[in-house]
């Protein structure tokens, strides 16, 4: 059974470009989450989405990051305009209704110069 | 109030041998999960193991097992015979109330394993 697959791994742009990241959850997954990690924290939750309705987004910074999940199954996350304090890994989750265990994927490390 | 506190300083463990990594946590909900993830150098987050608050049990997964001590609120990994491949950081995290499944982790234990 394949993982959850994001991309791409690694991206470095200039402060201020936009950047977007991808993720595919695990197949059958209904829920689905965005995580941010500073370097030397743990993972802190962006948004959570139950099929396509994001039911947690309390933690993301509405003022320049956006997520959607169209169809309920893959997942964007965009920032615009990013800032050098967005300089992270961003990792996404997802679990199957009613089981506690979240399966994370390879993350994304963002570089923002 | 940090949630799951993690204050162990790095860690090295020689081969074959046993390592415990602490993990305390805080919360007034009587239904609780707590879960232990490997995250290696490549960056993925492995789930290891998952003890329920009314587990009435230590979960155990391989050479992986969890101390839950609910009084004293802790909830040790204790990875048994470790092998090099154990070189990581290790995350405790905890899942509050039910069908709320916001996880809050701890700042990790970075445990390295020498031959």
């Known amino acids: 059974e394949a993982g959850v697959v994001q991309s791409p791994r690694y991206k470095i742009i200039e402060k201020k470009q936009p950047v977007a990241f991808w993720c595919n959850p695990i197949?059958?997954?209904?829920?689905l989450y965005w995580y941010l990690q500073n370097l030397g924290q743990g993972p802190e939750l962006l948004i959570r989405?139950?099929?396509?309705?994001?039911?947690?987004d309390s933690q993301l910074p509405k003022d320049r990051f956006s997520a959607e999940r169209l169809k309920g199954v893959d997942s964007t996350l965009k920032i615009q305009p990013a800032e050098l304090g967005d300089s992270a890994v961003y990792l996404c989750?997802?679990?199957?209704?009613?089981?506690?265990?979240?399966?994370f994927g390879p993350g994304t490390r963002l570089t923002v110069l | 109030a940090q949630k799951i506190t993690q204050t162990q300083p790095g860690m090295f463990v020689q081969e074959k041998e046993a390592v415990t990594l602490d993990c305390t946590y805080d919360?007034?909900?009587?239904?609780?999960?707590l879960f232990w993830y490997k995250q290696p150098s490549s960056g993925e987050m492995i789930f290891l193991i998952y003890q329920g608050s009314y587990d009435q049990q230590n979960a155990t997964e391989g050479r992986y097992s969890l101390n839950f001590q609910k009084a004293r609120k802790s909830a040790n990994l204790v990875i048994s015979a470790s092998q090099l491949g154990d070189s990581a950081m290790y995350f405790c995290?905890?899942?509050?109330?039910?069908?709320?499944?916001?996880?809050?982790f701890g700042k990790g234990n970075q445990v390295v394993v020498i031959p």
């Open positions: 989750a997802s679990s199957l209704e009613g089981v506690d265990t979240q399966y």
């Open positions: 989405y139950e099929n396509e309705e994001a039911v947690d």
């Open positions: 995290a905890m899942r509050e109330g039910d069908g709320n499944n916001r996880l809050a």
């Open positions: 197949s059958g997954h209904n829920t």
């Open positions: 919360t007034s909900d009587p239904s609780y999960g």
